[in-house]
């Protein structure tokens, strides 16, 4: 096992495109770190460097003690499962799998003198670790099938017993359940996460999924443009947000931004006006332009909030559209120039096009500098 660190790594393509920029972070041993941010933010190309398959422009990489950056994939003791499985289509199942861990057993005994004795432990010990493989993801009974026959479950399954067999130092996951329906994208996220534990080799997985993330990452490593913006656990992530991307990007429905500023302890929103906790350091920023942040879930309708509803925060709001969505309702609701979302317990009455009475706890508001957009704690 060995954790991979990031130093200071670039990736530049072409003459000034940097996929990723000065990326320092370290992942450790038997820890599984996911790496989620929008298309283009450079998680994939931090993958793919960790594996060999893009050189890094600048900075280091290293797997364990060993810095990687000029050692070839086929050395580096990584296992990669893809976006699109990358299977054999001629091959059987249990072929997919055993395939990679031949090459690797016969290169280690290129040395000696082949016989039938030595050929004969070198094919047991094969068969037994892909059949350990296959038993354990449940394809046991499709080793014969060819990749066409299966689901897409069913592949990315023998993708990862591709990848299992080898046991390596390190598993890189390239958003690996994109191409499954939602069901079964739901399902096999356990699965991942109890072969984790059950294997404890460090895996480094990328995604554009913040549920994904949030649900399988011991840590999450946030990016946008090429830049690192937060790494943390997934509760510290989403509830102390380091600035303004990534409390907008992780939370479903994604938190509410209103732009104001702070005048007199409070933060003045134009139409909405609501108190700064005691002891808030952006209570003595008076002037300070800001952004006003406040997640769904922490909106209620008045009298049915956990906690006493006071002047400094409630609002009126007219609602405009209600979401039937079983355990919550979303409400889109509008007040003065302002579209507000809210999640609202189901048993909690809504009437559309009706004004009602809401309040916001307080203690999970957020402020974002108006102009660096760091949060302000």
Same mark, same amino acid.
Not at 81 to 100: K, R
Not at 360 to 367: K, S, Y
């Given at each position: 096992?060995?954790?991979?660190?990031?130093?200071?790594?670039?990736?530049?393509?072409?003459?000034?495109?940097?996929?990723?920029? =000065?990326?320092?972070?370290?992942? @450790?041993?038997?820890?599984?770190?996911? !790496?989620?941010?929008?298309?283009?933010?450079?998680?994939?190309?931090?993958?793919?460097?960790?594996?060999?398959?893009?050189?890094?422009?600048?900075?280091? +990489? &290293?797997?364990?003690?060993? @810095?990687?950056?000029?050692?070839?994939?086929?050395?580096?003791?990584?296992?990669?499962?893809?976006?699109?499985?990358?299977?054999?289509?001629?091959?059987?199942?249990?072929?997919?799998?055993?395939?990679?861990?031949?090459?690797?057993?016969?290169?280690?005994?290129?040395?000696?003198?082949?016989?039938?004795?030595?050929?004969?432990?070198?094919?047991?010990?094969?068969?037994?670790?892909?059949?350990?493989?296959?038993?354990?993801?449940?394809?046991?009974?499709?080793?014969?099938?060819?990749?066409?026959?299966?689901?897409?479950?069913?592949?990315?399954?023998?993708?990862?017993?591709?990848?299992?067999?080898?046991?390596?130092?390190? !598993?890189?996951?390239?958003?690996?359940?994109? &191409?499954?329906? %939602?069901?079964?994208?739901?399902?096999?996220?356990?699965?991942?996460?109890?072969?984790?534990?059950?294997?404890?080799?460090?895996? +480094?997985?990328?995604?554009?999924?913040?549920?994904?993330?949030?649900?399988?990452?011991?840590?999450?490593?946030?990016? &946008?443009?090429?830049?690192?913006?937060?790494?943390?656990?997934?509760?510290?992530?989403?509830?102390?947000?380091?600035?303004? !991307?990534?409390?907008?990007?992780?939370?479903?429905?994604?938190?509410? !931004? +209103?732009?104001?500023? +702070?005048?007199?302890? /409070?933060?003045?929103?134009?139409?909405?006006?609501?108190?700064?906790?005691?002891? /808030?350091? %952006?209570?003595?920023? =008076?002037?300070?332009?800001?952004?006003?942040?406040?997640?769904?879930?922490?909106?209620?309708?008045?009298?049915?909030?956990?906690? %006493?509803?006071?002047?400094?925060?409630?609002?009126?709001?007219?609602?405009?559209?209600?979401?039937?969505?079983?355990?919550?309702?979303?409400?889109?609701?509008?007040?003065?120039?302002?579209?507000?979302?809210?999640?609202?317990?189901?048993?909690?009455?809504?009437?559309?096009?009706?004004?009602?009475?809401?309040?916001?706890?307080?203690?999970?508001?957020?402020?974002?500098?108006?102009?660096?957009?760091?949060?302000? @704690?």
């Amino acid at each position: 096992m060995a954790g991979v660190s990031f130093k200071g790594v670039t990736k530049i393509f072409g003459k000034d495109v940097k996929a990723v920029n =000065n990326l320092s972070l370290d992942v @450790r041993d038997q820890e599984f770190m996911v !790496f989620v941010g929008p298309s283009g933010c450079g998680k994939t190309t931090a993958l793919r460097m960790v594996a060999g398959l893009e050189e890094a422009t600048g900075g280091d +990489i &290293n797997i364990g003690d060993v @810095r990687v950056n000029d050692v070839p994939p086929k050395d580096r003791d990584i296992a990669m499962v893809f976006q699109n499985y990358a299977l054999y289509p001629h091959m059987s199942v249990y072929e997919n799998i055993s395939f990679g861990l031949k090459i690797k057993e016969l290169k280690g005994f290129l040395w000696q003198v082949f016989n039938a004795g030595e050929a004969k432990k070198i094919k047991g010990s094969i068969d037994a670790r892909v059949k350990e493989a296959a038993t354990m993801l449940e394809i046991g009974h499709l080793l014969e099938r060819k990749p066409k026959e299966l689901s897409g479950g069913q592949r990315q399954r023998v993708a990862l017993a591709r990848a299992i067999v080898r046991k390596p130092k390190v !598993f890189l996951m390239d958003e690996p359940l994109s &191409n499954l329906d %939602a069901k079964l994208r739901i399902q096999t996220r356990a699965e991942l996460i109890r072969l984790h534990r059950s294997l404890g080799i460090t895996t +480094i997985y990328v995604t554009h999924d913040q549920v994904e993330a949030m649900t399988m990452g011991q840590r999450i490593a946030v990016m &946008n443009g090429g830049v690192l913006q937060q790494c943390d656990t997934p509760e510290m992530v989403y509830r102390r947000p380091a600035n303004k !991307f990534v409390a907008g990007f992780i939370g479903a429905p994604p938190m509410n !931004f +209103i732009a104001g500023q +702070i005048k007199d302890g /409070h933060v003045d929103l134009g139409h909405l006006n609501f108190v700064l906790p005691a002891g /808030h350091p %952006a209570a003595t920023m =008076n002037g300070k332009k800001v952004s006003f942040g406040i997640r769904p879930e922490s909106i209620y309708v008045k009298g049915h909030a956990p906690f %006493a509803a006071a002047e400094g925060n409630t609002f009126t709001a007219r609602v405009d559209v209600v979401e039937l969505l079983g355990h919550d309702n979303t409400a889109y609701l509008m007040t003065g120039e302002h579209k507000i979302l809210a999640n609202i317990d189901a048993t909690v009455p809504l009437h559309e096009q009706q004004d009602m009475e809401f309040c916001i706890d307080l203690d999970q508001m957020h402020i974002f500098d108006g102009d660096s957009e760091v949060a302000i @704690r």
